[in-house]
T-cell receptor, first 111, second 118 residues
Framework: SQQGEEDPQALSIQEGENATMNCSYK?????LQWYRQNSGRGLVHLIL?????REKHSGRLRVTLDTSKKSSSLLITASRAADTASYFC???????????FGGGTRLMVKP | GAVVSQHPSWVICKSGTSVKIECRSL??????MFWYRQFPKQSLMLMAT?????????EQGVEKDKFLINHASLTLSTLTVTSAHPEDSSFYIC??????????????FGNGTRLTVT
């Protein structure tokens, strides 16, 4: 069953703007991961944040995690047209390496 | 590193035939592989967990006799859609976990297989 819910489902912004996507989950976790999927392709891992971490950065990506609210956010700064893709959060739900994916946010960055 | 190759990338078959999809980890040993199904503009639905040398664990609602999974080696898992029907048309994606990187290491995904059953 799908644990995570993502918000918004779709987001359209101009190049150079920041994009923020949110993810909520239901059970306790060891970690939360964000993945990117280009249309018709597999998923690419972006970043992993552990349950004892609150914020993590990787290049133009910033991820936050609030375990009390069971939520996470992914911020992409200074977006580019090449960032156009679907973004999914995934949680392990204490089930080791088995992940449950959220519904995804479809991001479109217009040049 | 950590490349997962999925083949074929697309396949069209006639109703009633069977289709085999392969998932290979090219540069690492995958103790566990996962098979997902994805409908257009939707998330990934886990179908089954495949462990090398043992039977796959299927998610609730997934017919194990219809979606046969074999994980015969540490680098290869196959999904066979048997007696395919048009409603089996979907995007199937595999992923693999590196056993040597700990349980919280990321999954590595194949590029998916677009199956169309006519």
């Amino acid at each position: 069953s799908q644990q995570g819910e993502e918000d918004p489902q779709a987001l359209s912004i101009q190049e150079g703007e920041n994009a923020t996507m949110n993810c909520s989950y239901k059970t306790s976790i060891n970690n939360l991961q964000w993945y990117r999927q280009n249309s018709g392709r597999g998923l690419v891992h972006l970043i992993l944040i552990r349950s004892n971490e609150r914020e993590k950065h990787s290049g133009r990506l910033r991820v936050t995690l609030d375990t009390s609210k069971k939520s996470s956010s992914l911020l992409i700064t200074a977006s580019r047209a090449a960032d156009t893709a679907s973004y999914f959060c995934a949680t392990d739900g204490n089930a080791g390496n088995m992940l449950t994916f959220g519904g995804g946010t479809r991001l479109m960055v217009k040049p | 590193g950590a490349v997962v190759s999925q083949h074929p990338s697309w396949v069209i078959c006639k109703s009633g035939t069977s289709v085999k999809i392969e998932c290979r980890s090219l540069d690492f040993q995958a103790t566990t592989m996962f098979w997902y199904r994805q409908f257009p503009k939707q998330s990934l639905m886990l179908m089954a967990t495949s462990n090398e040398g043992s039977k796959a664990t299927y998610e609730q609602g997934v017919e194990k006799d219809k979606f046969l999974i074999n994980h015969a080696s540490l680098t290869l898992s196959t999904l066979t859609v048997t007696s395919a029907h048009p409603e089996d048309s979907s995007f199937y994606i595999c992923s693999a976990h590196r056993g040597d990187r700990g349980v919280d290491s990321p999954l590595h995904f194949g590029n998916g297989t677009r199956l169309t059953v006519t």
